[in-house]
Structure formats: C-alpha cells, structure tokens
C-alpha cells in the first residue's frame, strides 16, 4: 500500500483541482488514488486515460 497518505481525508487532488505526479508500482494505490493514468513505457509516456480496467493498464505498462 502507499504511504504517506490521509485515508479519513474528506478531499483529495480531484476535489481540489490539482495535479499530482506520483510513481509507483503498486497498481491497487494508484487505481485507489487516481481519475486518470498514464504509463510510462520504455522511456515513453502514454496518454492519461480515464480507466480502471487492469488489463488495459497491463498492456500499457508492456509497451503495448
């Protein structure tokens, strides 16, 4: 699980309009925390998605 972080708190970055650049491997903390995803493959940084389908995300982190 990340760390670091307020799971009591009633606001976060999508109420309060802000982005926030977080990196990590723990796919179940960012699908918690985030409204859009964009992986980084091999360098490459895909487009921000709106999704929360894993195999979607498992390709992108593949390279596909």
Same mark, same amino acid.
């Given at each position: $699980?990340? *760390?670091?972080?307020?799971?009591?708190?009633?606001?976060?970055?999508?109420?309060?309009?802000?982005?926030?650049?977080?990196?990590?491997?723990?796919?179940?903390?960012?699908?918690?925390?985030?409204? $859009?995803?964009?992986?980084?493959?091999?360098?490459?940084?895909?487009?921000?998605?709106?999704?929360?389908?894993?195999?979607?995300? *498992?390709?992108?982190?593949?390279?596909?």
């Amino acid at each position: $699980r990340l *760390g670091g972080r307020d799971p009591g708190a009633d606001h976060g970055p999508a109420q309060s309009r802000c982005t926030v650049l977080l990196i990590s491997e723990d796919l179940d903390g960012i699908l918690e925390l985030s409204d $859009r995803i964009a992986v980084m493959s091999e360098g490459r940084l895909g487009p921000a998605v709106e999704t929360t389908d894993r195999a979607e995300i *498992g390709r992108r982190m593949g390279g596909h």
